[in-house]
């Protein structure tokens, strides 16, 4: 390990500060703090410095350390969307990695203070994960922490179906949200939801088709909202996680705009500096490295710098700044990847062909249209909920809206046993397979399917 010379260090947080400033970027204001490697992959497995305890997280956390340890891959920094912005060193960083990743930094703390994408999100959610945290372990010592963890795992199976523009249509952005950080949780919020319930059986019907949206994108809300078997602690981690979720959605839907903006911007703002000679060669080594292009799929650092570049080039400063302020990874796709960056990064899309994979066009309509569909959603299949009580037996009817792009039936027989747990009765999934429409059941017992 080396020693951090932390005047040096400070020195040049300041000069970069100053100068990204002077750019135009607008952050929030920053905490560099220098973190060893078993903190630092800890909290990129986690997600964040405070969060929940689960194997899952611990299995990511030694993938990742293992991975550092025989020198296959390294993480430099973290950076936290939260205000003020908190951004996780190296401590073995030479001071030339460090001034990259300051500048970077700025970047990430910029596009998450400046994006429409981000503009709900929660800015104290390091506070808020603490408390869930807390939560969870107080009921791990009522419950038991084999049960808390089981239903944990039902939860986490169906985490990303959430529906991150609620807030434009009820106004409700998470669902549930304590009064404060420290509420020791429950009360209005999953009040109102059993309420809702309780009116609507009132009135002389149980929520069935008649009373269930047509669609519901977010299953974690609807479940939580409607399952006829979970207890009060089980809706509030099921909100709480919601939230956590929710947090997280935005950076799902900017990778490529928000790797590329940090990347465009440690670029300009390194070269603006004055660099000697062995910092010079350091500086190209390690953004060469960062922007490498994968054997197969694409960087995002790589496609979003070059896309920010070109459109600085011929749009300017002003346009790049309000593209920045309002296009998700999709929209910025549609809207600004051309012919001319296409054939600059020879862009192709590839399929398999028996025992091979196999070039299928570099038209670039056809290549936009395959990375917008890798994008939409954030990667993940569209599923909805459609019925709370089919057949008038209160079973749970989902539908995956298919895209082209099939399920992993693996994927498939895992996930419905676990969305059974939350439900409570049998649960069934309609999607596509071999351009046949399959449904799947499981019972409780088994998994079953039929065209």
Known sequence: MQFVDMERLERAIEE??????????????????ITPPDILYSIGAY???????????????????????????????????????????????????NKLIVAHVLGHSDFFKNNAYFSLTNRNMVESMAVTARRIRAYEEQYGRKTVETFLDAVLSINEHVDPHTVFRDGTPTGYRPQSPEDPGGGEP???????????????????????????????RFIADRSPILEGWEREIMYRLREEMLYFWPQLETKIMNEGWATFWHVQILREMDLDEEEAVEFAAMH??????????????LLGWKMFVWLDRNLGREAVFDIRATESDVSFLRNYLNKELAEEMDLFVFRR????????SKDVEEVREHLIRSRINGGY???????DNYQNRGELYLLHRYDGTELDTRYIAKTLPMVYRLWGRPVHLETVISDQNVRYTWDGKKLSHRV
């Open 288 to 301: 060469s490295r960062l922007i490498q292009p994968p054997v197969t799929g694409i960087n995002p650092y």
């Open 190 to 220: 999953m009040g109102a939801a059993d309420s809702s319930r309780e009116e609507a059986q009132a009135k002389g019907s149980a929520l069935g088709p008649a009373q269930s949206p047509k669609e519901e994108k977010d299953l974690v």
């Open 47 to 97: 997600g964040m410095p405070t969060r929940f305890s689960h194997w899952s997280f611990g299995k990511a956390y030694y993938r990742m350390k293992t991975d550092y340890d025989y020198g296959l891959s390294k993480i430099y920094e973290l950076v936290i969307n939260s205000n003020p912005c908190y951004a996780f060193l190296l401590e073995s960083n030479s001071l030339l990695q």
């Open 16 to 33: 970069i500060t100053e100068r990204a400033l002077a750019s135009g970027l607008d952050f929030f204001p920053m905490r560099y703090e």
């Open 353 to 360: 062909s028996g025992e091979h994979w196999r070039i299928t």
């Open 381 to 387: 299949p569209y599923i909805v909920a459609c019925d």
